[in-house]
């Protein structure tokens, strides 16, 4: 499956924005997606998933309460809503797909889109 992810930007903090992660290529339905971020000079992290029957739901500690994950299998794109957006959210975010994922977090994937890219001015 090919993954493009894309609405990232410069927002300022305690600002909202909301990045969508297309997908192509095969059934999207049976896919369990995730999102991950990277900030300069650090390991790419975890931030949340969404099994592939849309079910639940897990976040990283920092975004709970702040980040949605939700999905829409008809147009095949999950989202990740972001609220009260933080200095510290600035990072590139990335999406992921694994065929039937359900248990989060995880970081074997079988696809990853390449990225969009998130500033929060302070």
């Known amino acids: 499956v090919q993954l493009q992810a894309c609405g990232g930007g410069l927002v300022q903090a305690g600002g909202s924005l909301r990045l969508s992660c297309a997908a192509s290529?095969?059934?999207?339905?049976?896919?369990?997606m995730a999102w991950f971020r990277q900030a300069p000079g650090k390991e790419r992290e975890f931030v949340g998933g969404?099994?592939?029957?849309?079910?639940?739901?897990y976040y990283v500690d920092s975004v709970k309460g702040r980040f949605t994950i939700s999905r829409d299998n008809a147009k095949k794109t999950v989202y990740l809503q972001m609220n009260n957006l933080k200095h510290e959210d600035t990072a590139v975010y990335y999406c992921?797909?694994?065929?039937?994922?359900?248990?989060?977090?995880?970081?074997?994937?079988?696809?990853w889109g390449q990225g969009t890219e998130l500033t929060v001015s302070s």
């Open positions: 290529g095969r059934t999207f339905g049976n896919l369990g």
């Open positions: 969404i099994s592939w029957y849309g079910g639940s739901t």
């Open positions: 992921a797909a694994e065929r039937y994922a359900t248990e989060y977090p995880r970081t074997d994937f079988e696809s």
